[in-house]
């Protein structure tokens, strides 16, 4: 019963290929978080979705793509990928609203790893 | 200047030293903190929330200044188990119920015996 999981863990692929990560919440939470942890370790937000609404989009390529299907799932979707896409992605989720800082924590998923060759 | 700085490390301390990480940021608007600790090859996990002048729990304390805009952690009694990457988490603004939280690159301790 883990609170915010992610597949696929590992996934390695080609360069110029087509591939999406799921990602999944039980904590029903309203926001969700898509995050990228580069070579260096630098861990920066990609997106956040509110109840299925995209509310935070940072400058991210337009090969990015997230979908919400529903509150409890974020996946992300990548075209075309490039060798520079290989990193950790993160899934989270939270329960945040302004005036309620006890509510910021953020729960990740456990990541996945992807590799472009 | 970055948004979260911190120093990287790696911080080299026996078990039973205390030890202290700083971080700063440079968005004076900043209302909320946070340190998150992330082991090797796993996810980042909450360790304290600094909304005040500073936060206590166990061993761990963590202090807010915000007329210099940085935040600390300080670690006492150091155990080999707290070895891990400590990230400095800053909130840069909300965007309806989001919160854009900015991460630190993060410091690494290695506790020893």
């Known amino acids: 019963d883990t609170a915010v999981s992610q597949t696929p863990k590992y996934l390695v692929t080609q360069m110029g290929n087509d591939k999406s990560i799921k990602c999944e919440q039980n904590l029903g939470h309203d926001t969700m978080y898509w995050y990228k942890q580069d070579s260096k370790k630098f861990l920066k937000i990609m997106f956040s979705y509110n109840n299925k609404e995209l509310i935070i989009n940072e400058t991210v390529p337009n090969r990015f793509s997230p979908k919400s299907p529903d509150k409890a799932h974020l996946n992300l979707h990548i075209n075309s990928l490039e060798l520079g896409d290989s990193a950790v992605y993160f899934c989270?989720?939270?329960?945040?609203?302004?005036?309620?800082?006890?509510?910021?924590?953020?729960?990740f998923g456990s990541g996945t790893q992807l590799s472009v060759l | 200047r970055k948004e979260v700085e911190q120093d990287p490390g790696p911080f080299n301390v026996p078990e039973g030293a205390t030890v202290a990480f700083n971080c700063t940021y440079s968005n004076s608007a900043s209302q909320s903190f946070f340190w998150y600790r992330q082991d090797c090859r796993k996810e980042p996990k909450l360790l304290m929330s600094v909304y005040s002048s500073g936060n206590e729990d166990g061993r761990f304390t963590a202090q807010l200044n915000r007329a210099s805009q940085y935040i600390s952690l300080l670690i006492r009694d150091s155990k080999l188990s707290d070895s891990a990457t400590y990230l400095c988490v800053v909130n840069g603004g909300w965007y309806g119920t989001a919160s854009k939280l900015t991460f630190g690159t993060g410091t690494r301790l290695q506790v020893t015996l």
């Open positions: 989270a989720s939270s329960q945040a609203s302004r005036g309620t800082a006890t509510n910021e924590k953020l729960f």
